[in-house]
C-alpha cells in the first residue's frame, strides 16, 4: 500500500463535506484551497489532470462564497470540487479527447452534464486524462493511485486516479466496454454506470454511439446517490425514444427563444384536478409517485378564499355511455376505474375541509372542455390561472395549454403538481415552462397571493354538489 493512502482527510467524502458547508465550518474557497493543495502534493507523481483551471475554479469559488447565506436551499453538490475526463466539452477550456490531433482546441460550449453540475453549483477544477479518445490508442502517462508505477485502467485514468488519491470529490469519466468499471477497481473507488442513455452524452466526444455511457466516480457509494440524485438528474420524453438530462431541454428552449416569464396578472383562480384517493392512496393503480405537498395546497386554497377568489375542484370520471370517455377508456383503460359514486374518486381527505367554490366532474382530459367554466372565470375579472393536482391522465397539460389559448396567465405550483413518475413530471414541467405557463414554487405563488387584498365581505367559498359545469 502506498504511504500517502494512508493520509487523512477532513473532505474524504461529498456528503461529510456537505454538511461542513453547511454548518459554515469551511467555504467553497477553502475547499477549493484544500484541493489544490492536494493536487500539488499528489499529482507530481500520479499525473491524473490533463488540464487545471485554477483560475477560473477560484472565481467560481469567490461567487459561491456569496451564496451561502442560503446554504440550506443549496443542492448537495454545492461548492463540490469535481473533474471531467478530458472528452466533455468545457466552455472556454481545453478538450482535447487525449490527442495531439486535438492539441489546444478550446471547447465553445458545456456538455450537457458539465452544465447540468454547473447549476447545482459545483466547482469544476480541470480536465482529466484518458486513452486517445477513451479508445484502445495511446495511454496517458498516469499512475495508479495506490502504486504510481501500476497502470490505472483505462479508458477514464486520470478521473479514477483523481478521485483515488482525494484530488478531488468527484469525476466524470465514460465507457463503451470497461472504461468505467476497470479504474474504478484498480484505483479502489465507486462508480456509477447508468443504464444506457439515462445520462446525456450531448457534448461529450464519442467512441461508441451505441455503446457509450456517461458516469461518475466518487469514494462511496453514499457519495454516488449524491451524484445521482442531485447532479445528474433524468427525464424521458414520452415513449422513451430520446432521453435528455433536464438542463438539456431547458438549454434548447432558453437558446430557440422559450421560457420567458409570462408573469402574474392582478386577479386569480385556483383549479384543482384529481386530488382524489384514486391517484393519492399507495395502493391504487393510479397513484402518483411523486412528492405532492396537500397541506401547501389547501393553504393556497384558503388564502384564495380570504381574498375572495374562485376556487374550483374537477374530478375525471369514466362514462362508458359518452363517446369520448368510451375512447379514452380504449386508449387509458385505468381511466376505466374512476366511475362517479367510486370511492376512489372521492376528494383525498387532506382537501376534504377545503374552501372549493365549485365541485364537478367531467369526462374530459381539460376542465374547460364542454362547459361554460372559461366564460364564469373571466365574467369575474379572472386573468390568472393558479393550477394544481395530479397530471398522471395529462389533464394539468392540456388545462394549461388551453387556457393559455383563452389568453389567461398560467401559472404552475411545482410542490402541488403529482404525476406516475418523477421524470414524467419534470419532462412536463420543463414543457409547460418554456411554452405555455410559468412554473414556480408554492413560496412564490403563495407571496403573490399575499399581496392582494382580502375580501370585505365573509368569503362565500364552500363546498357545493355537483353544478352546471358537471358533464
Not at 453538490?77 to 469535481?82: A, E, K
Request: net charge neutral.
Amino acid at each position: 500500500m502506498h504511504e500517502k493512502m494512508l493520509d487523512t482527510s477532513p473532505f474524504a467524502m461529498i456528503a461529510a463535506t456537505r454538511r461542513q458547508l453547511a454548518a459554515r465550518k469551511v467555504s467553497p474557497s477553502e475547499l477549493l484551497s484544500h484541493f489544490l493543495a492536494r493536487i500539488e502534493q499528489r499529482d507530481g507523481e500520479i499525473k491524473a489532470w490533463r488540464y487545471l483551471d485554477k483560475e477560473g475554479a477560484r472565481q467560481r469559488a469567490l461567487e459561491l462564497d456569496q451564496q451561502m447565506g442560503a446554504i440550506a436551499c443549496k443542492p448537495a453538490l454545492f461548492g463540490i470540487p469535481y473533474g471531467a475526463k478530458d472528452i466533455f466539452h468545457t466552455r472556454g477550456l481545453p478538450t482535447e479527447g487525449g490527442s495531439k490531433v486535438l492539441d489546444g482546441n478550446i471547447s465553445s460550449e458545456n456538455a450537457s452534464v458539465i452544465n447540468k453540475l454547473d447549476g447545482m453549483g459545483a466547482l469544476l477544477l480541470g480536465k482529466l486524462t484518458t486513452t486517445e479518445f477513451a479508445n484502445l490508442g495511446t495511454p496517458p502517462k498516469t499512475g495508479n493511485t495506490w502504486n504510481p508505477a501500476h497502470t490505472p485502467g483505462g479508458s477514464s485514468s486520470g478521473s479514477a486516479a483523481a478521485v483515488g488519491a482525494r484530488m478531488a470529490l468527484m469525476a466524470l469519466g465514460t465507457q463503451t466496454a470497461g472504461s468505467l468499471s476497470r479504474p474504478a477497481a484498480f484505483n479502489g473507488v465507486t462508480v456509477l454506470k447508468a443504464t444506457y442513455g439515462r445520462i446525456s452524452k450531448a457534448g461529450v466526444i464519442p467512441a461508441s454511439w451505441s455503446l457509450d455511457h456517461v458516469g461518475a466516480f466518487t469514494h462511496t457509494v453514499e457519495d454516488n446517490g449524491e451524484v445521482k440524485t442531485y447532479g445528474l438528474k433524468v427525464v424521458y420524453t414520452p415513449g422513451g425514444q430520446r432521453r435528455y438530462l433536464a438542463d438539456e431541454i431547458q438549454r434548447v428552449f432558453s437558446q430557440t427563444g422559450f421560457a420567458h416569464k409570462i408573469g402574474f396578472g392582478t386577479k386569480a383562480a385556483i383549479l384543482v384536478r384529481d386530488v382524489t384517493y384514486a391517484h393519492m392512496d399507495s395502493g391504487s393503480t393510479l397513484a402518483i409517485d411523486t412528492p405532492f405537498d396537500k397541506a401547501g395546497l389547501h393553504r393556497l386554497l384558503t388564502m384564495a378564499a380570504q381574498r375572495g377568489l374562485p376556487t374550483v375542484f374537477t374530478r375525471t370520471v369514466y362514462r362508458p355511455e359518452h363517446p369520448f370517455s368510451w375512447l379514452w377508456g380504449k386508449k387509458y383503460p385505468f381511466i376505466t376505474t374512476l366511475t362517479e359514486d367510486t370511492y376512489l374518486n372521492r376528494i383525498d381527505e387532506a382537501l376534504a375541509d377545503a374552501p372549493f367554490e365549485r365541485n364537478h366532474s367531467i369526462c374530459y382530459v381539460s376542465d374547460f372542455y364542454g362547459h361554460d367554466l372559461a366564460a364564469w372565470l373571466k365574467q369575474q375579472g379572472i386573468d390568472t390561472l393558479i393550477l394544481g393536482g395530479v397530471t398522471a391522465s395529462g389533464s394539468i397539460r392540456a388545462t394549461a395549454i388551453e387556457a393559455f389559448q383563452m389568453g389567461f396567465h398560467v401559472m404552475l405550483p411545482r410542490e402541488v403538481i403529482g404525476d406516475r413518475s418523477q421524470s414524467l413530471l419534470d419532462f412536463t414541467l420543463l414543457d409547460l415552462n418554456a411554452r405555455y405557463a410559468d412554473v414556480l414554487s408554492l413560496e412564490e405563488v403563495s407571496g403573490w397571493l399575499a399581496t392582494l387584498p382580502m375580501a370585505v365581505s365573509e368569503s362565500n367559498a364552500r363546498h357545493r354538489q355537483p353544478d352546471a359545469l358537471s358533464e
